[in-house]
């Protein structure tokens, strides 16, 4: 099992910036990659950005490229979430996901552990 812990988030104007922590702890090591999703109410979860283990190659969603950027410390088993020039459109749930599963990164089902979410609220 694999637990994922999140913080980070909360209310913050439109253009600012926020960084989302993703702690994870227990069998790391079977997974892969480590993802961020997220759901706005009334909408199905969507891929954020996601990042491996190994050699760090970095993914994103479109509607975050430049904007967002992904990193991780090995060390600390920890995913952090660099939200800039942030957008009232980007007011949702945030998930932490870790992936074990043969699946591309994009796709929610190479995720099998989520963390809790964290509420990131972004006002005009």
């Known amino acids: 099992q694999v637990q994922l812990v999140e913080s980070g988030g909360g209310l913050v104007q439109a253009g600012g910036s926020l960084r989302l922590s993703c702690a994870a702890s227990?069998?790391?090591?079977?997974?892969?990659?480590m993802g961020w999703f997220r759901q706005a109410p009334g909408k199905e979860r969507e891929f954020v950005a996601a990042i491996r283990w190994s050699g760090g190659n970095t993914y994103y969603a479109d509607s975050v490229k430049g904007r967002f950027t992904i990193s991780r410390d090995n060390a600390k088993n920890t995913v952090y979430l660099q939200m800039n020039s942030l957008k009232p459109e980007d007011t949702a749930v945030f998930y932490c996901a870790a992936g074990s599963r043969p699946y591309s990164v994009y796709d929610y089902a190479a995720y099998g552990y989520w963390g809790q979410g964290t509420q990131v609220t972004v006002s005009s």
């Open positions: 227990g069998r790391t090591f079977s997974t892969y990659v």
